[in-house]
């Protein structure tokens, strides 16, 4: 009996700790206000469809959209980069390279020198604008991820 009683307990305890955490992943604002937010910040935007993430030393190509800018130019998953526009990524962070990029935005035109298979490769991108697709996918995913079930038919 008392077993029994210990494994009600702890299982109402987690079942609290997860709806908890689920609480704090969701957004504050509707459902709509987030939409139109997201839509706002998004459009005009450019992107290179490349994830990018830290492999102490320099950066390495992680995922790439599939028929994005990045894919398109030849930028493949598992590439260091090592120079873009002139700028060496050999230590540099994430960041920095986000940072490179918001600079990049007005021409849109990125020149990098990856390290690929044992020798370096010349991949000549260019930033373009989010489709309205990818806008839409990343708003529903937001909205699935971060907002009650009932979110979706507030829109």
């Known amino acids: 009996m008392t077993r029994t009683i210990t494994r009600i307990f702890i299982a109402a305890w987690v079942a ?3 709806l908890a ?3 704090e992943q969701r957004c504050n604002g509707s459902a709509r206000d ?3 937010q997201i839509r706002q910040f998004l459009g005009g935007k450019r992107f290179l469809g490349a994830t990018i993430r830290d492999r102490n030393p320099g950066l390495v190509v992680t995922a790439l959209t599939p028929g994005g800018p990045a894919s398109r130019a030849g930028l493949r998953v598992g590439d260091r980069l090592i120079t873009c526009n002139n700028r060496t990524l050999t230590s540099a962070t ?3 390279f986000k940072q490179l990029m918001a600079d990049a935005r007005e ?3 990125l020149r990098m020198i990856v390290w690929r298979r044992g020798r370096y490769e010349l991949v000549d991108a260019k930033l ?3 489709t309205k697709e990818q806008i839409e996918k990343i708003i529903t995913a937001h909205l699935s ?8 038919a507030q829109r």
């Open 34 to 36: 987030c939409e139109q």
């Open 145 to 152: 991820q971060s907002h009650t079930s009932s979110a979706g």
């Open 94 to 96: 994430p960041r920095d």
């Open 21 to 23: 955490y689920a609480d």
């Open 107 to 109: 021409s849109g035109k």
């Open 128 to 130: 373009e604008p989010y």
């Open 16 to 18: 609290g700790a997860v």
